[in-house]
């Protein structure tokens, strides 16, 4: 089971932390990513990092405002989100992928688990 946390109300230029703890499973030898979907909007990929490196991949809306870890220990991923735009607004999601090794997948459809979503919202 994964359950993110996290979410808020931020101005524009704002930041969160949002987390994803896993319980029941190690995520360990997992690739994680977050997801986003705003109304009306499909869902899209935002972060991922694999469990070998571990490697980072980046959608271009966020690449160089977001940052993704992991601490195995914790058995938690992370989503640093920076510089925040009322774009950014959604539910996000996190999500493992068994296959993610060395790759990161951007398609929900590599993801086997998906956490229940935190919604954040950025005013402008």
């Known amino acids: 089971q994964l359950q993110a946390s996290g979410g808020g109300l931020v101005q524009a230029g704002g930041s969160l932390r949002l987390s994803c703890a896993a319980s029941?499973?190690?995520?360990?030898?997992?690739?994680m990513g977050w997801f986003r979907q705003a109304p009306g909007k499909e869902r899209e990929f935002v972060a991922g990092i694999t469990w070998s490196g571990p490697s980072t991949y980046y959608a271009d809306s966020v690449k160089g405002r977001f940052i993704i870890s992991r601490d195995n220990a914790k058995n938690t991923v992370y989503l640093q989100m920076n510089s925040l735009k009322p774009e950014d607004t959604a539910v996000y999601y996190c999500?493992?992928?068994?296959?993610?090794?060395?790759?990161?997948?951007?398609?929900?459809?590599?993801?086997?688990?998906w956490g229940q979503g935190t919604q954040v919202t950025v005013s402008s």
């Open positions: 999500a493992a992928d068994r296959q993610g090794y060395t790759r990161v997948h951007t398609t929900t459809n590599s993801y086997e688990y």
């Open positions: 029941g499973r190690s995520i360990s030898t997992y690739g």
